[in-house]
């Protein structure tokens, strides 16, 4: 009987422990879009000018990402002048909504899966910008897909830029 006792004791600590551990303990891994890319243009779809906008071209022929242990990602070209767009996993960033204008939109971004999903809304010019990027690395990392959906008064447009994996290593950020 104290065996009994005993063994369930010991079986009801591991399940309160296991009850209380935290939810990403048990999550996939998160996925590592690091590494230079380069843009598929027959791939691609691109409908609008809008989009990524500091990188200077809303279809960027080479990304550049760097990803840190604390989830920050920074994606950049080698576009003269080109300004860096940082994003936080499960965080929130200030990023530009339109190229030219210096507005500001406070995206939120979250890791479904083998995607990282940034969106946010704010007035841009006088209207209501909403703005959704969504980077999905493909099978075996080789191609990356970066849909980004900029929905103004207007209607919808939305870019599906498709990049094959050049190196993993990056060069240094621009300036």
Do not use: C
Not at 12 to 37: C, E, H, I, Y
Not at 87 to 116: H, V
Request: no cysteine.
């Amino acid at each position: 009987m104290i065996r009994h006792a005993f063994l369930l004791v010991v079986l009801l600590t591991a399940f309160n422990t296991n009850a209380f551990a935290r939810l990403d303990q048990f999550s996939v891994p998160k996925p590592d879009f690091s590494g230079s890319w380069e843009l598929v243009r027959n791939e691609s779809r691109i409908e609008t000018p809008y989009g990524l906008a500091g990188l200077r071209n809303s279809a960027p022929t080479q990304l550049y990402i760097q990803q840190n242990s604390s989830q920050t990602l920074i994606l950049t070209t080698r576009h003269p002048g080109a300004v860096p767009r940082s994003y936080q996993f499960n965080g929130q960033t200030w990023l530009l909504a339109i190229e030219g204008d210096p507005t500001k939109l406070l995206m939120s971004s979250r890791i479904r899966g083998l995607s990282l999903i940034t969106t946010g809304a704010g007035r841009v010019a006088g209207e209501t910008v909403n703005l959704q990027e969504v980077l999905t690395m493909g099978a075996a990392g080789r191609t990356l897909t970066l849909r980004v959906t900029t929905t103004r008064p207007s209607g919808a447009a939305t870019n599906t830029l498709i990049y094959k994996r050049a190196s993993r290593n990056q060069p240094p950020l621009a300036n």
